[in-house]
């Protein structure tokens, strides 16, 4: 009995394991991978090493070493990455080799060994690759994210193998000497002037991202518009640029007549020089080694299985660098990979009736959108739970996108490349002018499905480990009806799903909360509250001098916590720095109003008549806002205490005022209130003690009265401004005033966001940085 319940479990693994048994490089690279994730998250170890010894136990001798030498090499190889590279502080005079050099907005950015340093002075002359400099440099604080799902400039080093990075103060070139990057670097400058001639700025940075790699002329607005619509990757240098450029180089190649064998040479030695122009990435390098790896076994007359040329390719990108398995775009690359070769066998319509398959307008339906979108399905479908992972969103017109823009963007790097390679000026005069058709329609495209409102969806937060049972989930689906296994697998998967789910919606119903996020955006304002009903309420947006607060800061995190529409976006009063980042939150994430004075709607700001003319466009509903207005919901309300708009005064005396009040806790926002307003509002009969009140004008002397402290007496006062910021906010005796009132305050440039969260018999406080 025990040997037949053995036997049929055996048999079970192997239908489990056909993706990985007969491809010992692909095996060998889960391993290996396996082995990584669990030495720098012991948790996961626990989890995966039970499984890989009942694999072991089970498996075929051949199957054993293969796991067996791989555990050992992943081992060894993690532990040399980790003696190799450690950040530590690097002084501010040094001397070193140029390593690399790109030219960007912010300046020229050189890596000097372990240093990336930025030269933002117009000098005549920069350094060069190869060239041994010694420099005095200013370098940049590296501190921790004050704001959840924002960037994490210690973690980008880290990726980066970089220790720190800042700016130069001078610089002296004492020698040069020749260095492989030291010719990239000038081909990519020479491919810029052979575009610079007949193509503007913007599509000479679009077709050198899309050919050399080189993304700094991309404009922020084409590269947000790829990004919303799921095409993001169409930017990167990845498999399908690879794809193209080694079927183009492969037709030119077999043109000169010269023998298959010379062909497949040329082609892998020019692909591979092709990696260190586009600077490298993990993805490039796995497209281009798996175009390799057949190729050089075909020389061979030994013919290669793609899934063992992923495995290969795997294999020597991770065990030299095993931190490349952390990178997003490694990540997303293979996924997609693993996903449409997997997928591919399992395509329904090669099962279709072969008078079908005859059919010439068949043909040409499945050749041009069928198949694609069944591609696209597959690699979305693989990608999803790391996009989930790292940007919480899904693009559902991704699919339309691959069918409508890519064959734009691959007709327009057609043209580019014929355009480098054309001897005669006319020639290369034609074809940019042909590149610049293609790329503009792509552009074009990529806009019009960015505008829509449904073009990313937020989706989550989910754990890792909710996400790692649901890669599983998807990875066993081909054999649902095969193995027994994976179908009670996957069956557990959707238990464990509908419970966590159910358990969320019991908490909110059963024990009810809101809260208030007071979010990092430095010298402004921006405060998000979560009614118990589990409705959004954005109030302010931010500044945009420094960065653009609505798409560097707000969406972001929104998309963190897993926000998918504001039910309100409330604007205090038309300064800069609370209206800044309305625009970009307008048109990054459904809104379904707009609340303002009615004062603030005739406000003349340029940029502020933007934001009002964008929520117009987008159909989002425009209130007037006034002292009195309510908004109700079951345990919670907003009540407006200013302002009363007969006159239209000082923009900051009108900013809106209210109190929020929810299962016996309250807060109090004050926009940039002066006391002038204040007065007005202790002249009336609102009721103003409250747990919690937002200081105006982010602690200027301006505000926060003693009279009006006294009537709301809060708990705690919350403070929004930047870090050093230049009008020295909060004002010395605003602090000697809460202290002398012993009103304890927090201070987003000290504490990063805070998060109040009221619940029936508490009051939490939580900051980002303790």
């Not at 056909?18 to 396996?34: C, N």
């Not at 610049?436 to 969806?457: I, K, V």
């Not at 003693?706 to 050093?724: E, V």
Request: glycine share 8%; hydrophobic share 45%; proline share 6%.
């Amino acid at each position: 009995m025990k040997s037949r319940k053995k036997q049929f479990f055996k048999s079970e693994l192997d239908i489990v394991l056909a993706p990985l048994l007969g491809k010992p490089a692909l095996l060998s690279s889960v391993v290996v991978m396996v082995v990584f994730v669990g030495l720098e998250f012991p948790a996961y170890a626990l989890v995966f090493l039970p499984i890989l010894a009942v694999l072991v136990h089970y498996g075929e001798q051949r199957f054993q070493w293969i796991v067996f030498i791989s555990l050992a090499v992943a081992i060894l190889c993690h532990e040399l990455e980790g003696r190799k590279f450690e950040m530590d502080h690097l002084p501010d005079k040094a001397c070193g080799l140029v390593e690399s050099v790109q030219h960007k907005k912010s300046g020229v950015v050189v890596v000097v060994g372990y240093a990336r340093l930025t030269e933002k002075r117009n000098l005549p002359q920069y350094p060069m690759p190869g060239d041994s400099i010694c420099y005095e440099a200013s370098w940049y604080p590296v501190n921790p994210p004050s704001v959840p799902g924002a960037f994490d400039t210690r973690a980008w080093l880290k990726s980066q193998r970089w220790a720190a990075y800042g700016k130069f103060r001078h610089w002296t070139v004492y020698g040069s000497y020749w260095v492989p990057e030291r010719s990239f670097y000038q081909f990519r400058r020479w491919i810029r002037s052979r575009f610079a001639d007949y193509l503007d700025p913007a599509e000479t940075g679009l077709l050198l991202g899309l050919l050399a790699g080189e993304r700094s002329g991309i404009p922020d607005v084409l590269r947000s518009d790829f990004q919303r619509s799921g095409l993001v990757h169409v930017l990167a240098i990845s498999g399908f640029h690879v794809v193209l450029l080694a079927g183009m180089l492969m037709i030119l190649l077999k043109a000169t007549g010269i023998s298959h064998r010379i062909v497949r040479i040329a082609a892998v030695v020019l692909l591979l020089l092709y990696v260190p122009v586009t600077g490298g990435s993990p993805a490039v390098r796995r497209a281009v080694l798996m175009f390799a790896v057949p190729q050089v076994g075909a020389l061979f007359q030994r013919p290669a299985n793609t899934l063992n040329s992923l495995g290969v390719a795997l294999l020597l990108i991770v065990l030299p660098e095993p931190a490349v398995i952390w990178n997003p775009g490694f990540q997303l690359s293979v996924a997609a990979t693993m996903g449409i070769l997997i997928g591919g066998p399992l395509n329904p319509l090669k099962k279709l009736p072969e008078s079908l398959l005859k059919n010439k307008w068949w043909c040409r339906l499945q050749g041009f959108i069928l198949d694609p979108t069944y591609v696209t399905l597959c690699a979305t479908l693989s990608t999803a739970p790391f996009l989930i992972h790292h940007f919480k969103t899904l693009s559902p017109f991704a699919w339309l996108g691959n069918i409508v823009v890519v064959p734009a963007i691959s007709m327009g790097m057609q043209a580019g490349l014929f355009a480098l390679l054309s001897p005669l000026d006319i020639l290369r005069e034609h074809f940019c002018y042909a590149a610049r058709f293609f790329l503009r329609l792509a552009s074009l495209l990529t806009r019009l499905l960015s505008d829509s409102p449904q073009a990313s969806m937020t989706v989550g937060p989910f754990g890792p480990s909710v996400l790692l049972l649901c890669g599983f989930s998807l990875l066993l689906f081909p054999m649902f009806f095969r193995s027994r296994l994976a179908r009670r697998f996957s069956l557990g998967c959707l238990l464990l799903f509908s419970a966590l789910f159910a358990g969320g919606e019991y908490c909110r119903v059963f024990e009810p909360s809101w809260s208030i996020s007071t979010i990092d955006v430095g010298q402004g304002d921006s405060h998000l509250i979560t009614t118990p009903s589990g409705r959004h309420l954005l109030v302010d947006a931010g500044d945009t001098k420094r960065e653009d607060s609505g798409k560097d800061i707000i969406v972001p995190y929104l998309h963190h916590i897993g926000v998918s529409q504001l039910d309100a976006l409330v604007i205090t009063h038309p300064d800069q720095d609370h209206f800044g980042g309305a625009f970009s939150i307008i048109k990054m994430i459904p809104v379904k109003e707009l609340w303002i004075t009615d004062c603030a709607r005739i406000e003349p700001k340029e940029n502020w008549q933007q934001v009002i003319a964008e929520a117009y466009r987008r159909g989002v509903v425009i209130r007037d806002i006034h002292r009195g207005f309510m908004y109700r919901e079951p345990l919670f309300e907003i009540r407006v205490v200013h302002p009363e708009t007969k006159h239209c005064i000082d923009p900051n005396t009108q900013s809106i005022t209210f109190r929020a009040k929810g299962l016996g806790h309250s807060a109090v926002l004050t926009g940039d209130l002066t006391i002038q307003g204040e007065k007005e509002i202790l002249a009336t009969d609102a009721y103003l003690k409250s747990d919690v009140l937002k200081l105006g004008h982010h602690g200027s002397k301006t505000s926060s009265s003693r009279m009006f402290l006294t009537r709301i007496r809060p708990s705690i006062a919350l403070i929004s401004s930047g870090r050093k910021n230049r009008f020295r906010h909060p004002n010395k005796e605003i602090i000697r005033r809460l202290d002398s009132l012993k009103i304890p305050y927090l201070n987003t440039a000290e504490r990063g966001t805070i998060d109040m969260i009221f619940r029936t018999d508490t009051m939490v406080v939580k900051t980002m940085i303790e």
